[in-house]
């Protein structure tokens, strides 16, 4: 295998990967050409995502595993259902979108993640983790008995096996005997294990047909003489588990194989060979190294999981020099919250801080060092992640759950039934609110506000600027009950911030502008755009700053004093907070002719965030005209 250490800035010589536009003239190669397919693929891979940034360093791990897949299976007849579909590029290059690679998490290009309507090789869209072995064990129970027959395979890597969900899968595959494979990308991210001599001659005995005729055989055989069945069965069990984790797979019912090196094409094709047509539920532990190939991403997995787009010319030390300093740039929120929760914790002994497998992301990094018996990385469990935090303010800790929108809606239940319904006090910060950009439809926060205000006695609360989300952080963690502060992904304005840790008076509005006839009800990010569009129409702004509690007096003096209100947020106007507006208003039954501005009742793709907005109406010339209309259908 060849190892770069060089992102290459021009396309790269590859004769063999050329010829394959779908999976099918990949088949017709042979087994002795596709070391050199999967550098070539690696190589391309490498290119590809310095041309456009995006994720990195799971896909360059299973380059070995992706070739091998499609050589074996008959894709797309056979189903492949990927996991954490970052892992994915390499998929997307073997069938047919190799030329298309360029436009990857651009406004109208192919997405970052699986998706149905893509392609035909794209069995289940993916967006969030640990989804495949139930998606899977659906396609395989579906195809029960059709001809020719169907095999299915989930790839479930890259930390997806720490999700309770794939825990539910693989029990129920085993109860139903289903005819499938998961095969365990085990990318030293989650539970690997070495891969050594004892463990490859293992694994090469467990895959072998003559193997397998025996294990069958001697339980027909033995289960004719009492006990020995039990007796042969523990002693397997034994025998594999002094060398792997299988006792926990076949437990689960499941006829485990491996560790094997996953980037050993040879014996990958092999041992796919010789599972894929077994029946029942087969199960493969491969290990494979995030990044591999690459040698920066060898060293800093973490670091390289994705990568920004790179420059072609690089700037030169002269024109460096000469330049003028930049401006200081904004803080990103995850920023302003990371150093926040270590002041707090400093001031407050109660903090803990939890997140679902997001240290990184969510800026945990300096409190995981400064306070390593405070700080839990639950892996990807978010339900765990909400009920640990309740278990928490039972005994008195003041917990703090950092999430990302969209991954708060898996643990909606837990936050309703578990954190809400007990009156905890459990704080939320809320990431990657609003459209966040090039991951798509299944990463844009634009749903919470409305799945969050219907909840009974929940304080939510949305920063304009980073002072304020620092001062809502204080008063959600100071409010002692359940709070959730909502803030989007990227910077802010710019705003200074104060080292204190201030509060807010809880459900109370901000004026920012008087102005005459149109009042601007902005929440959250939208208050930016707003003041410029406030400027333009001689509106009043009010920045609204809480959506539970709404400020009521503000509100109804807004009503009784323009000609018409406006709400502005970056969640779906179905059920967000302009409709809480809405509802005050006609529980005092106050008239005003009223716009809801937001996002639109559809799934939004991917795309720079300025790009969505703009599609969404949502700049400032899209407010303005929004608003302009309206007022010409009022005339």
């Known amino acids: 295998m060849k ?5 290459p800035t021009e396309r790269p010589t590859t004769p063999l990967l050329d010829r394959i536009d779908t999976p099918e003239a990949l088949r017709q190669f042979s087994e002795s050409q596709l070391r050199q397919l999967a550098d070539e693929l690696r190589l391309f891979l490498l290119y590809t995502v310095g041309l456009t940034g995006g994720h990195f360093g799971a896909g360059l791990g299973v380059v070995e595993l992706t070739t091998a897949l499609h050589y074996v299976f008959n894709t797309p007849h056979d189903r492949l ?33 699986p998706k149905r309507d893509e392609s035909e090789f794209d069995t289940f869209g993916v967006g969030h983790s640990s989804t495949s072995i139930s998606a899977a064990l659906g396609m395989a129970l579906a195809a029960r008995g059709q001809t020719p027959p169907r095999r299915v395979c989930a790839v479930i890597g890259d930390g997806a096996l720490t999700a309770g969900m794939a825990f539910e899968a693989l029990a129920h595959a085993g109860h139903v005997n289903a005819d499938m494979l998961v095969v365990l990308n085990d990318n030293e991210m989650s539970i690997s294990e070495n891969v050594g001599g004892i463990a490859t001659y293992l694994s090469s005995i467990l895959s072998s047909a003559p193997y397998l005729s025996v294990r069958e055989g001697g339980k027909r055989v033995l289960s004719h003489l009492p006990g020995a069945l039990d ?30 090196d996953g980037h050993d094409l040879p014996r990958l094709v092999k041992t796919l060979a010789m599972l894929k047509d077994r029946k029942g539920p087969q199960f493969l532990h491969i290990v494979t190294r995030k990044g591999r190939g690459f040698l920066p991403g060898e060293e800093d997995p973490i670091g390289y999981h994705a990568i920004t787009k790179l420059e072609k010319e690089p700037v030169s030390p002269a024109a460096t020099q000469a330049a003028a300093p930049a401006a200081a740039r904004p803080r990103k929120y995850c920023n302003v919250f990371g150093e926040w929760l270590c002041d707090m ?38 339900q765990h992640a909400v009920t640990l935090a309740a278990g928490m303010a039972c005994e ?19 936050l309703i039934h578990d954190v809400v319904v007990q009156g905890l006090d459990v704080t939320f910060a809320i990431d990657r609110a609003g459209l966040v950009g090039e991951d798509g439809a299944t990463h844009h926060g634009t749903l919470d506000l409305s799945f969050l205000r219907c909840i009974p006695d929940l304080v939510i609360l949305v920063p304009s600027d980073e002072a304020q989300c620092r001062q809502m952080l204080t008063t959600a963690y100071e409010y002692n009950g359940p709070a959730a502060v909502r803030y989007p992904r990227g910077t802010g304005p710019g705003t200074p911030l104060s080292e204190a840790l201030d509060t807010i008076e809880i459900g109370r509005a901000l004026t920012v502008r008087e102005g005459s006839e149109i009042a601007l009800l902005a929440f959250g990010s939208l208050t930016v755009p707003a003041a410029i569009v406030a400027e333009r129409l001689n509106a009043t702004l009010i920045d609204m700053r809480f959506v539970k509690p709404l400020d009521r007096e503000a509100i109804l003096a807004a009503a009784a004093s323009h000609s018409l209100l406006v709400t502005l947020e970056e969640n779906v106007v179905a059920g967000g907070a302009g409709a809480g507006v809405g509802e005050l208003l006609a529980e005092e039954n106050v008239q005003v002719p009223l716009l809801h501005l937001g996002i639109p009742d559809r799934f939004i793709d991917h795309g720079k965030p300025a790009e969505l907005l703009k599609e969404c109406g949502l700049d400032v010339d899209g407010i303005e005209a929004a608003i302009r209309h309206r007022q010409s259908l009022m005339s």
């Open 3 to 7: 190892q770069f250490d060089t992102i």
């Open 81 to 113: 259902v990927w996991d954490v579909g970052h892992q994915a590029y390499p998929h997307k290059i073997l069938t047919g979108r190799r030329d298309a690679m360029a436009t990857i998490r651009q406004l109208g290009g192919l997405a970052a993640f």
């Open 231 to 260: 007796i042969a069965r523990r002693t397997e069990e034994h025998v594999k588990g002094m060398v792997s984790p299988a006792t926990l797979f076949e437990e689960m019912g499941f006829n485990y194989t491996g560790p094997i």
């Open 345 to 382: 914790a400093a001031a407050d002994k109660r903090l803990m801080g939890i997140t679902p497998a997001m240290r990184e992301g969510s800026d945990l990094v300096q409190f995981s060092k400064d306070y390593p018996k405070r700080y839990f990385d639950v892996a990807i469990a978010e």
């Open 396 to 414: 008195g800790a003041k917990p703090v759950v950092a999430i990302y929108s969209t991954f708060l809606q898996r643990g909606y239940d837990q």
